[in-house]
T-cell receptor, first 115, second 114 residues
């Protein structure tokens, strides 16, 4: 079975540009999570969805960030406008059950560099 | 507030040595879950183990073992006879109902050399 698929793997953009990161979760998984990893702040949960509905977006840094899950097989994370401090690795993860019970299945991440 | 501390930033060992990665957690919840994840050079995090707060039995899986001690709020991870393929960053994580999200430690980078 395919794992969590993220694209692009690498993105280099200039400050002010819109960035869209994409994620395809594992089929049948009801939960989808977006994490950000930086050297300074480690792994941070940005937002998660249950059955395509956003449950907790308290980790989204500011209004420049938005995430949607239009259907069970796709989610995207947008940053508009992007800033150099957004440079990080963004991970998508899915799970068949919630955080407290099951394991998370992570994608390989999208490395974003904002110049 | 919940917190996970992995005091060891980086550890280097020679292959076949045993190595223990420390994890100390803080929470006021009585029900919680602890996890270990491995992040190899390829980048994705891989689940290793989950433990709930009511199960203090130690666990062994091949060369991996975990020691959960509520008295010291620790959930340490030992790799026996380490191998080069064990080189990765290892994260300890905590879930509580109060926070309703996983809190990750800062990770320990393990380098195993020949």
């Amino acid at each position: 079975d395919a794992g969590v698929i993220q694209s692009p793997r690498h993105e280099v953009t200039e400050m002010g540009q819109e960035v869209t990161l994409r994620c395809k979760p594992i089929s049948g998984h009801d939960y989808l999570f977006w994490y950000r990893q930086t050297m300074m702040r480690g792994l941070e949960l940005l937002i998660y969805f249950n059955n395509n509905v956003p449950i907790d977006d308290s980790g989204m840094p500011e209004d420049r960030f938005s995430a949607k899950m239009p259907n069970a097989s796709f989610s995207n994370l947008k940053i508009q406008p992007s800033e150099p401090r957004d440079s990080a690795v963004y991970f998508c993860a899915s799970s068949p059950v919630g955080l407290d019970v099951g394991e998370l299945f992570f994608g390989e991440g999208s490395r974003l560099t904002v110049l | 507030a919940q917190k996970v501390t992995q005091a060891q930033t980086e550890i280097s060992v020679v292959e076949k040595e045993d190595v223990t990665l420390d994890c100390v957690y803080e929470t006021r919840d009585t029900t919680y879950y602890l996890f270990w994840y491995k992040q190899p050079p390829s980048g994705e995090l891989v689940f290793l183990i989950r433990r709930n707060s009511f199960d203090e039995q130690n666990e062994i899986s091949g060369r991996y073992s975990w020691n959960f001690q509520k008295s010291t709020s620790s959930f340490n991870f030992t790799i026996t006879a380490s191998q080069v393929v064990d080189s990765a960053v290892y994260f300890c994580a905590l879930f509580t109902g109060t926070a309703s999200k996983l809190t990750f430690g800062t990770g320990t980078r393990l380098q195993v050399t020949l």
